[in-house]
């Protein structure tokens, strides 16, 4: 029973794999249709170099964004949290750049900034950094009522509390806005390659399934799709793990694990 | 020499902003050593009163002096929940009023040790606060609150929410801890029994807004004072003391309905 939650979607993974595989092979279909899987896997060999240097490129890009999101979100959080005014004044902005498709504003953004690289940062950090500032705010926010009144009592100055009683609060809440941002900016990385649509070294894996789609390179495609779907599920692992590493010993989403 | 200490509230008064009447003008006197529970109906602004003892509300009128040993000192409150942060092991819950302080305080180990020890939970130094019992992180919340060691210990119906087997039990030690650190306490309850078994005195207060109805002194002069245990929960005198704070608190509830104002 303990593996269950391993063994499980494995075992449904290889039927769903071998089903696939069957029915590719029973039926014939051609492999710039739909390429089996024993195919994708053989593709994903052959170009192992280039894809996993275009992996390497689009996993920076993510990597920056996340963390361009994470601080700044933070500090935004910070002083929306200290005062009303500022977030009753900022916020409807933050919800602007939430809402606004980023392929609607990469390509002014490609524009603007003189290097590509830079360009899909800034596009794949707009697409990451709200669930931050939201989540983060809110967790600013919600504190116990009695431990508010407990650090009146003592007198606390207002850094005290907000290092002693607001960040440890917020703390599940950030880390539930960190595992949303890891996969959006992920997202953002890629839509961003999409539309600009770079070519040479500097390519990531959305130029590789664009280049693929248009040569009907269809094994490609799947390789290079499967490597940001492994890539979105690793970011998700990861920032769970952080999230259980922190929280494990007191917050109840956590101890209930293992 | 007898500790003459006393903090002294005169006219104390309390008005929410939108003009809600929470205490009418009350008059009291708490002794250095004394336990005095404040005895009164859900409502009846006996939170308030506590709330205004440890300074976390102000005043709409009157006056709270302290004079002697209370003057400038520390307080500790208890609140009706442990309010631990659950983020910190027990010990860490504990220190938080010294690590607050403005000052450092060189004996502050020492302190949280003895505090801690008062309230048997040494060995648990290190749990965290949703390893224990609804009891413990009380017997926790308490230790905080004595980590100071405060001259005066406000606190607002603690073990309302618990079990009564526990509460009996914390009653009791907290009645020990009581004798024996001599530690003035103001203890808010809505329960005629626990506030006849853990006071020396008990304040009995009206439905809103609140006023004092009358009091009832548990050892009177001259009788020998009686130890509180389960003894003294089937005595005459504790059938007795109960009966006068029934009355007394039926007195006030009364009232409120002779004009018509009860709920």
């Known amino acids: 029973m303990k593996y269950l939650p391993y063994a499980a979607p494995a075992v449904i993974g290889v039927i769903v794999l071998a089903l696939w595989q069957l029915t590719v092979t029973l039926l014939d279909v051609p492999p710039y249709l739909v ?54 004044s900022l916020f409807p902005y933050a919800v602007l750049l939430q809402v606004t498709p980023v392929v609607a504003i990469a390509p002014l953004i490609i524009i603007w900034t003189r290097d590509v690289q830079t360009a899909l940062v800034i596009c794949a950090t707009m697409v990451a950094i709200f669930p931050i500032i939201s989540n983060t705010t809110l967790g600013l926010r919600s504190i116990e009522p009695g431990l508010l009144d407990l650090f009146r009592l003592y007198r606390a100055s207002r850094w005290q509390t907000l290092l002693r009683l607001r960040v440890p609060s917020a703390l599940p809440y950030f880390f539930a806005g960190l595992r949303v941002s890891g ?49 979105g599920v690793a970011i998700f692992a990861l920032t769970s793990l952080l999230s259980q590493l922190a929280l494990r010993h007191w917050h109840e989403s956590e101890f209930g694990q293992r | 020499m007898p500790d003459t200490s006393t903090i002294r509230l005169r006219n104390l008064s309390f008005a929410y ?41 102000t005043p709409s009128g009157g006056s709270i002096e302290a004079d002697g040993d209370f003057a400038g000192q520390t307080t500790g409150f208890v609140f009706q929940s442990p309010t631990l942060m659950p983020w910190a092991n027990v ?21 949280i040790d003895h505090a801690l020890q008062m309230v048997g939970l040494h060995d648990f130094r290190h749990a965290y606060p949703r390893e224990l019992s609804g009891g413990m992180q009380m017997r926790v919340s308490i230790a905080r609150a004595l980590a100071k060691q405060p001259r005066l210990l406000l606190m607002d119906e603690p073990f309302a929410a618990l079990d ?20 003035t306490t103001v203890f808010v309850t809505h329960s005629v029994f626990e506030a006849v078994f853990l006071s020396t005195r008990i304040i009995v207060m009206s439905s809103r807004p609140g006023r004092i109805v009358g ?26 003391r109960c009966a006068e704070a029934s009355r007394l608190l039926n007195l006030g509830m009364n009232e409120d309905e002779f004009r018509g104002q009860a709920a």
Request: charge should be negative.
């Open chain 2, 215 to 240: 009091e009832v002194t548990i050892d009177q002069a001259g009788e020998a004072v009686t130890p509180r245990n389960d003894e003294f929960r089937i005595s005459e005198q504790f059938a007795r």
């Open chain 1, 35 to 88: 390429p089996g899987p024993l195919l994708v896997a053989q593709t994903m060999a052959q170009d192992a170099d280039l894809l996993l240097h275009s992996l390497l490129v689009t996993l920076r890009i993510t990597a920056l964004a996340l963390f361009f999101s994470v601080v700044m979100g933070v500090v935004i959080a910070f002083l929306f949290a200290q005062s009303r005014i500022i977030e009753a």
């Open chain 1, 183 to 231: 996969g959006l900016a992920l997202i953002g990385a890629v839509v961003a390659e999409f539309v600009a649509g770079t070519g040479g070294s500097g390519s990531g894996l959305a130029y590789q399934i664009l280049m693929s789609g248009l040569q009907l390179n269809v094994p490609r495609l799947f390789a290079a799709l499967l490597l940001i779907t492994l890539a």
């Open chain 2, 164 to 183: 009564e087997i526990t509460r009996h039990r914390l009653d009791r030690d907290l009645r020990e801890l009581w004798a024996a650190e001599k530690l």
């Open chain 2, 17 to 57: 902003p939108n003009g809600l009447r929470a205490l009418a003008p009350v008059d009291l006197d708490i002794r250095a050593g004394e336990f005095v529970s404040i005895l009164g109906p859900s409502g009846c602004g006996k939170s308030t009163l506590l709330r205004l003892l440890g300074g976390l509300l």
């Open chain 2, 91 to 111: 010990e860490a819950n504990v220190r938080l009023p010294h690590a607050l302080a403005a000052t450092r305080d060189s004996d502050a180990s020492a302190r």
